[in-house]
C-alpha cells in the first residue's frame, strides 16, 4: 500500500557522488551551451590532416558539447578500481587526432568525434554516432560506457573501463 503523504521516491540521473563532482566544475541540469557547441562543430569541420582526414560531426556530439563543454571535472575522492583522472570537455583537445577517430570508428563500424581529454592529454575522449564514449591513450582503446551518463559515471568513479579488442 502507498502511503499518500509520503514523498515520491527521488530519481537521480547521477549518483551523488557524480553529481556532485559535475556540480563543483559548474554543470547543472538544464545546461545547454549550443552556440559553443557549434563554434566547436564548425572549427573541427574545418579542420583536415596532413593526409587529409577530417573529424566527423554528428547530433550526439553536438548534445554532448552543448551540456558539458567547457567543464573541467575532477572526482571528489580516490576511484574504486583505477584513480580517476581529471576530465576535460573540449573537443579541440583531439583536433589533431581525425585519423586515430577515424580509424577507431571504422574499427567499430560507426563514426567517432572527440569529446574533450582525461588528465593532461593523457587521453582523448570520444563519443560515436550512437552516444557510445570510448578514450583512447598511450595502452589502447576503451570503452566508458553506452551514453554520457555512464561514462561520466565509470571516470569521476573510477570504475575499469572495458578494454576494445580486435576479438
Do not use: K, N
Not at 527521488?10 to 545546461?31: I, K
Not at 575522449?125 to 570510448?134: F, K, P, Q, S
Amino acid at each position: 500500500m502507498h502511503d499518500a503523504t509520503a514523498p515520491p521516491p527521488s530519481v537521480t540521473r547521477f549518483p551523488a557522488s557524480v553529481e556532485s563532482a559535475l556540480r563543483e566544475a559548474g554543470w547543472q541540469p538544464g545546461r545547454w551551451d549550443i552556440r559553443q557547441a557549434e563554434q566547436w562543430a564548425d572549427a573541427l569541420r574545418e579542420y583536415a590532416s596532413p593526409a587529409g582526414h577530417r573529424h566527423q560531426v554528428f547530433p550526439a556530439a553536438v548534445e554532448a558539447w552543448a551540456e558539458f563543454g567547457g567543464l573541467g571535472i575532477t572526482a571528489p575522492g580516490p576511484g574504486r578500481q583505477t584513480a580517476p583522472a581529471e576530465i576535460r570537455f573540449d573537443p579541440l583537445c583531439g583536433l589533431h587526432l581525425a585519423r586515430t577517430l577515424a580509424d577507431l570508428g571504422r574499427a567499430l563500424g560507426t563514426e567517432m568525434s572527440p569529446l574533450g581529454e582525461e588528465g593532461e592529454a593523457q587521453a582523448v575522449l570520444a563519443i560515436d554516432t550512437e552516444g557510445r564514449i570510448y578514450s583512447v591513450d598511450h595502452t589502447g582503446d576503451w570503452y566508458l560506457g553506452p551514453d554520457i551518463d555512464r561514462a561520466l559515471t565509470t571516470l569521476i568513479t573510477g570504475v575499469q573501463p572495458i578494454r576494445l579488442t580486435s576479438d
